[in-house]
């Protein structure tokens, strides 16, 4: 009796600070979202959702889809600005799921995030991601490559790419998940960079990606690009025999 009135007082400290740490990492969030011109992936915090630039909910359904189809139990989500498909995996499918992204502002901003509503199974890296840093990592059931190719390309070319895409296939379990900008998105000023074809966008991500040795290429949906002058296409692979 004389121990449980002694750790009354500890709990009700305790409990003092959780709910002043919640109230700062809070207001920590809401400044970087506003001083931010745009988020790219959308914030969930203490329930609310912060909108973003890019389209979210057709390409959520697609991974989901996929989730649940091949049972997936551990995710990496390489490029995942804010964190928010590698955070929904964890919280509605029990996934242990790992974003990496090196843009600190929106690293913070998953980060504070998932701290303030104690997320499970679930966190961002601060990482640069190369073929070599990739070639150290475990491997994952599930791989998200959303929005981060044609980056690769604008810096190490084609041949860079494909070196890129390589090294992350002898990390993927059972899929791929991948989209990519392209040479039709025309107001962005990397688009003269990316490489074309006359057989379509899908005929294009499935050849970089059957060079980087995947197969089982499937497309899932098609959603508008940053600039909305034109889709991309979020296409599904698998790793092929490793």
């Known amino acids: 009796m004389a121990l449980m009135s002694l750790l009354s007082p500890l709990k009700n400290l305790k409990a ?3 709910n002043r740490s919640k109230r700062l990492l809070k207001k920590a969030v809401c400044q970087l979202i506003h001083s931010k011109k745009y988020i790219y992936e959308p914030v969930l915090i203490d329930g609310k959702l912060y909108s973003a630039k890019r389209e979210w909910r057709e390409r959520w359904a697609c991974i989901e889809h996929e989730i649940i189809h091949y049972e997936i139990k551990s995710l990496l ?7 928010f498909f590698a955070r929904l ?15 600190n502002k929106r690293l913070w901003l998953g980060e504070l995030s998932r ?3 104690d997320v499970a199974n679930f966190a961002i890296i601060k990482a ?7 070639a150290s990592l ?3 059931e599930m791989v998200i490559l959303l929005s981060v190719l044609h980056h690769v390309i604008r810096q190490s070319g084609p041949t860079g790419a494909i070196d890129f895409l390589s090294s992350i296939r002898l990390i993927t379990g059972k899929r791929l998940i991948f989209e990519m900008g392209t040479s039709e998105e025309t107001m962005n000023n990397w688009a003269e960079l990316m490489p074309t074809g006359n057989k379509g966008q899908f005929e294009l991500l499935k050849s970089l990606l059957q060079e980087a040795g995947f197969q089982d290429v499937r497309q899932l949906a098609s959603t508008p690009g940053i600039m909305r002058d034109a889709d991309r296409l979020i296409v599904s692979a698998a790793p092929g025999i490793l």
């Open 138 to 140: 475990p491997r994952f």
């Open 16 to 18: 003092h600070f959780t």
């Open 128 to 134: 640069l991601m190369t073929p070599e840093s990739i």
């Open 115 to 117: 701290m303030h509503d």
């Open 77 to 83: 989500d390489i490029g995942c600005a804010e964190g």
């Open 89 to 103: 995996a964890a919280e509605k499918h029990n996934v242990f799921s790992i974003g990496i992204e090196f843009n």
